[in-house]
């Protein structure tokens, strides 16, 4: 595991954008997870320059996104799909039939759970780059916490602290959807190498349980600790408990 303390969001989200751009530069043709929510925000929109200073290109790369809520259609604005194409699809040359979301709206989210499953099965090798942020609670993905990890593809009922947490996106709480479709454990850990982005005190306990606490279900992002090649990117505020407690680990 590598720790990068950033001074605040804007150092994170461009340590983080240098670290997928140099990913894209070494394999152009790379599979990269993507995430949504806030923290990737200012990471989408430093790819967003790289791509108009000609730094990088996309019309090689392949995207699979974490998740999606069920019953929003693609063109709702809280869809992470219009999220997607708003903060960073839509804005590149990348080839939008090499992007890859769940279908919220699906008829049958069970077929569209396992349909998703078996495109992230045909990443031969594992995806390159996984990107994650955290939830509150430690969830990543909707992988919330739990009894057990959950591995493939499959619908989650949203736990209240994830639905107050976004209902800031909706304007009202009973907006939210109560449930999504996420990818499970096995990509993430699977995937070749991982991005951990984190920001802001709200997330500086859960951050220091997730990397230094007991691997548990009851703390999703606590597998990480697990995984071959992880890469944390925080702000001072989300590593100040880690800071204060596991100084020597933080570059
Ligand atoms: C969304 C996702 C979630 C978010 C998490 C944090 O695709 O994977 O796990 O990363 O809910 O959300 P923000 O960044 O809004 O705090």
Excluded: W
Aim: charged content about 20%.
């Amino acid at each position: 595991m590598n720790i990068i303390f950033c001074e605040d969001y804007e150092e994170m989200s461009r340590k983080a954008a240098a670290v997928i751009a140099s990913q894209i530069i070494l394999k152009p043709d790379s599979t990269l997870g993507l995430a949504t929510g806030s923290t990737p925000i200012g990471l989408y929109d430093e790819l967003v320059k790289k791509y108009n200073l000609g730094e990088i290109s996309f019309s090689r790369i392949h995207t699979y996104n974490l998740d999606e809520y069920i019953g929003l259609a693609p063109t709702h604005e809280q869809s992470y799909a219009y999220f997607m194409n708003h903060h960073l699809l839509g804005k590149v040359d990348i080839n939008m039939s090499n992007t890859h979301l769940p279908f919220g709206f699906a008829k049958d989210i069970e077929q569209e759970c396992r349909n998703y499953t078996s495109k992230l099965a045909s990443v031969s090798g594992g995806l390159d780059f996984q990107i994650l942020g955290m939830g509150h609670n430690g969830h990543i993905g909707f992988n919330e916490p739990d009894s057990k990890f959950i591995l493939d593809t499959h619908c989650i009922e949203l736990t209240k602290e994830t639905i107050e947490a976004n209902s800031r996106f909706f304007g009202h709480i009973d907006l939210v959807p109560r449930s999504a479709i996420t990818m499970g454990i096995r990509p993430i850990m699977n995937s070749k190498q991982v991005l951990f982005i984190v920001n802001g005190s709200a997330k500086a306990e859960i951050l220091e349980k997730a990397l230094f606490g007991d691997v548990t279900p009851n703390v999703p992002a606590s597998i990480l600790q697990m995984h071959r090649s992880l890469t944390v990117v925080a702000d001072r505020e989300a590593l100040s408990v880690v800071q204060q407690l596991h100084p020597e680990q933080i570059y």
